[in-house]
């Protein structure tokens, strides 16, 4: 388990390590909130239908 400065630490790695993902992307900002956008909306188009079956 980390403790003080390590738990900080450890934060701001995995920080960076997502923002290097997304600038591995090669897409331009406006592009890839575009792509990001159209992901949510995909996962939310499945969680809505997920909960209308149940009826």
């Known amino acids: 388990m ?3 400065n ?3 630490w450890d934060m701001r790695k995995q920080s960076n390590l997502v923002k290097e ?3 591995d992307d090669g897409l331009f ?3 890839s909130k575009q792509r990001d956008s159209e992901i949510m909306q995909q996962k939310q188009k499945k969680a809505n239908e997920k909960t209308e079956e149940p009826k």
Do not use: F, S
């Open 21 to 23: 993902k997304h600038r």
């Open 6 to 8: 390590h738990r900080e």
């Open 2 to 4: 980390t403790h003080g």
């Open 29 to 31: 900002p406006a592009a």
